[in-house]
């Protein structure tokens, strides 16, 4: 069974540009969750889906970030404009049921330079 | 909501010593303890839980007891390897009713050289 898996690996983007950031949970899990580790400090809580509802958006920092899960298999995060402050790893992780193990991906790294 | 305070890296440790990850959290309830590890190059893995107090988790030879009185989950290992060498991050549910969302510690870098 195939993990969680995340795209790109590394994104280095300039500030103002948007970058689209890709995570395909793992097969059948309902819920999916996007968390992010800025400046090697803790991890971050961003948003959580059950299927394609956004159940908590909580932890989205603004307006300039947006997560979409089209039909409830994968998702996307998208950051328009970019700011310097975007720079971190950010994670996706999936689970079978809300309060079960969450599987994490191996992280996108975004440089905005 | 439920947070924790992790041991600041980084731990740099000689193979076979001993290892300990400090680790306290503060919660209403007794949420479930968790620690994770992120080996280079890889996602976050889950290492070892406990779910109840005075519970211990094992895993590949890390161990961690859920201890209230002191409110701490300090990881510890007898004998580290150099394959040990990841960033480890403690972590519990946001609020005690749920596990939904996850808080996380700002994560340990530990090097274990030959």
């Known amino acids: 069974e195939a993990g969680v898996t995340q795209f790109p690996s590394h994104s280095v983007i300039e500030k103002g540009q948007t970058v689209t950031l890709r995570c395909d949970p793992i097969s059948g899990h309902d819920n999916l969750y996007w968390y992010r580790r800025v400046m090697g400090k803790e991890i971050k809580f961003l948003l959580h889906?059950?299927?394609?509802?956004?159940?908590?958006e909580s932890g989205m920092p603004n307006n300039r970030f947006l997560a979409e899960r089209t039909g409830g298999t994968y998702s996307t995060l998208k950051v328009q404009p970019a700011e310097l402050e975007d720079s971190g790893v950010y994670f996706c992780?999936?689970?079978?049921?809300?309060?079960?193990?969450?599987?994490f991906g191996p992280g996108t790294r975004l440089t905005v330079t | 909501g439920n947070s924790v305070t992790q041991m600041e890296g980084p731990v740099t440790l000689s193979e076979e010593a001993f290892l300990t990850i400090n680790c306290t959290y503060t919660?209403?309830?007794?949420?479930?303890l968790f620690w994770y590890v992120q080996y280079p190059g890889e996602g976050l893995q889950l290492l070892l839980k406990a779910t109840k107090a005075d519970d211990k988790g094992s895993n590949k030879g890390f161990e961690a007891t859920y201890r209230k009185e002191t409110t701490s989950f300090h990881l510890e290992k007898g004998s580290v390897q150099v394959s040990d060498s990841a960033v480890y991050f403690c972590a519990l549910p946001i609020s005690s009713g749920s596990a939904r969302q996850l808080t996380f510690g700002s994560g340990t870098q530990l090097t274990v050289l030959p």
């Open positions: 889906f059950v299927k394609e509802s956004k159940q908590d």
């Open positions: 992780a999936s689970s079978v049921l809300a309060g079960h193990e969450q599987y």
């Open positions: 919660a209403t309830g007794y949420p479930s």
